[in-house]
């Protein structure tokens, strides 16, 4: 069964630093390209960051540039999201997801529409 599960959320001051885990269960993370959503209260789900199957190579949307680092460990069949000098704009739930093509879409827009299993997700609070 594949299943994803995100971990690492929590409360933290505005630039504050947080690490989110995305580890994978009943299939090879590394033959995925992985995505990073967040969807606030009200709003539709955007995109963060993706990171290739093919070559690692990595995508952040303007909102998280600069601040947000996408990294995937094999060995531990997990993907992480560190993210730092957080805003209470990155107030949201956080979420993993799976494409089967080996390279980053654009994360604006519908991306998320095209990934395919997604993880519950994980809060991230970010307030003083």
């Known amino acids: 069964q594949v299943q994803l599960v995100e971990s690492g959320g929590g409360l933290v001051q505005p630039g504050g630093s947080l690490r989110l885990s995305c580890a994978a269960s009943g299939f090879t993370l590394d033959y995925m390209t992985i995505g990073w959503f967040r969807q606030a209260p009200g709003k539709e789900r955007e995109g963060v960051s993706c990171?290739?199957?093919?070559?690692?190579?990595?995508r952040n949307t303007d909102s998280v540039k600069g601040r947000f680092t996408i990294s995937r460990d094999n060995a531990k069949n997990t993907v992480y999201l560190q993210m730092s000098s957080l805003k209470p704009e990155d107030t949201a739930v956080y979420y993993c997801?799976?494409?089967?093509?080996?390279?980053?879409?654009?994360?604006?827009?519908?991306?998320?529409?095209?990934?395919?299993?997604w993880g519950q997700g994980t809060q991230v609070t970010v307030s003083s």
């Open positions: 997801a799976t494409d089967t093509r080996s390279r980053c879409p654009s994360m604006y827009g519908s991306a998320w529409a095209f990934f395919g299993s």
């Open positions: 990171i290739s199957s093919s070559d690692g190579s990595t």
